[in-house]
Nanobody
Framework: VQLQASGGGAVQSGGSLRLSCAAS????????MGWFRQAPGEEREFVAA????????YYADSVKGRFTISRDNAKNAVYLQMNMLKPEDTAVYYC????WGLGSSEEYDYDAWGQGTLVTVSS
């Protein structure tokens, strides 16, 4: 599967953005999907994940209540709705596909990665 993330941009603190990740191939519905992010000078970290059917979702504590992950298997897409953005959310955001289908917070569970999209939140 190949992944293409989009939707990043610059926004003020308190604002919202919706990231999208488009997947190629016919097997998208078999994959768990995740979003990770990497801030300048920092390690990449888990943000959110969703299982193959969309019935289970997982979030990092830092984004719970503000971010929502969802997917549309008919459109081969996964989304990350980000509300109440903070300057510390500034990072390059990556989507990733997990062949096990469960969704995971661990990078090593993911088999394919998109190229990343930059989110910049100003105070």
């Amino acid at each position: 599967v190949q992944l293409q993330a989009s939707g990043g941009g610059a926004v003020q603190s308190g604002g919202s953005l919706r990231l999208s990740c488009a997947a190629s191939g016919r097997t998208f519905s078999r994959y768990g999907m995740g979003w990770f992010r990497q801030a300048p000078g920092e390690e990449r970290e888990f943000v959110a994940a969703i299982d193959r059917g969309g019935g289970s979702t997982y979030y990092a504590d830092s984004v719970k209540g503000r971010f929502t992950i969802s997917r549309d298997n008919a459109k081969n897409a996964v989304y990350l709705q980000m509300n109440m953005l903070k300057p510390e959310d500034t990072a390059v955001y990556y989507c990733a596909a997990d062949l096990w289908g469960l969704g995971s917070s661990e990078e090593y569970d993911y088999d394919a990665w998109g190229q990343g999209t930059l989110v910049t939140v100003s105070s």
